[in-house]
């Protein structure tokens, strides 16, 4: 599933695994080489529970090269994850 696709951005090579939830609406860039696993989940929106309104609030997701994503994960709003990281 893709929200936003126009302000997700792939670099070569990546791959994304069945199932991938792509949340775009707040900028999500995917790096070159990186791996996503099956069902995995990326969120650039969210509410704010601290928030007496539940505002909706945000924040661009970076995926940084050579990073692997394992099957599953959930990268929340406004994370960056490292060149070659792993996250499982």
Not at 13 to 30: K, P, Q, V, W, Y
Not at 41 to 50: C, K, S
Not at 60 to 66: G, K, N, P, Q, R
């Amino acid at each position: 599933t893709l929200l936003a696709p126009e302000r997700i951005v792939v670099g070569s090579h990546t791959t994304i695994g069945s199932g991938a939830f792509l949340d775009g609406r707040s900028g999500l860039t995917l790096g070159q080489s990186v791996n996503l696993g099956g069902q995995v989940a990326v969120y650039t929106r969210e509410h704010d529970p601290q928030s007496p309104t539940f505002a909706e609030v945000g924040g661009a997701v970076v995926i940084e090269d050579f990073a692997w994503v394992a099957s599953h994960s959930i990268i929340l709003p406004g994370v960056r994850i490292g060149r070659g990281a792993v996250v499982a």
